[in-house]
C-alpha cells in the first residue's frame, strides 16, 4: 500500500523560509501534491510536480515565491517556501496519485498526515 510521509515545516516570522519534504513508499510513478488547511477553511492546491519534474503547477497565491521539485529514484518530494506570509499558515499536506487536475484534492487517494507551518507578523 502506498503511503506518503510529511517532513519539515515549523514556525517562522514574515519573510522567512521553511522546507517541506514528502517522502512516498513504495516508489510510485505519479503525481506528487502540496496542500495546505487553515482552521475554519477549506484544503486547497499549493503546488504539484509530475513524475520526471518537468512539469509542475501552482496556485496564483504562492508563485514566484514557492518551489516544488522531486527526486524521483528517491520518490521524494520538496516545497521550498520563501517569503512565507501570515496567510500562508495552515497545515500542510502531500498527497500521491494519477491525477488530471493536480491542484484539486479530490483527485488524490494517498494523504500524509501533514506537517504545521506557522507565520507571525
Known amino acids: 500500500q502506498t503511503r506518503v510521509m510529511e517532513s519539515g515545516g515549523g514556525s517562522v516570522q514574515a519573510g522567512g523560509s521553511l522546507r517541506l519534504s514528502c517522502e512516498s513508499s513504495p516508489v510510485i510513478d505519479s503525481c506528487m501534491g502540496w496542500f495546505r488547511q487553515a482552521p475554519g477553511k477549506e484544503r486547497e492546491g499549493v503546488a504539484a510536480i509530475y513524475a520526471g519534474g518537468a512539469r509542475t503547477k501552482y496556485a496564483d497565491s504562492v508563485k514566484g515565491r514557492f518551489t516544488i521539485s522531486r527526486d524521483d529514484a528517491k520518490m521524494t518530494a520538496t516545497l521550498q517556501m520563501n517569503s512565507l506570509k501570515p496567510e500562508d499558515t495552515a497545515m500542510y499536506y502531500c498527497?500521491?496519485?494519477?491525477?488530471?487536475?493536480?491542484?484539486?484534492?479530490?483527485?488524490?487517494?494517498?494523504w500524509g498526515q501533514g506537517a504545521q507551518v506557522t507565520v507571525s507578523s
Open positions: 498527497a500521491a496519485g494519477q491525477v488530471a487536475w493536480p491542484l484539486r484534492p479530490s483527485e488524490y487517494v494517498t
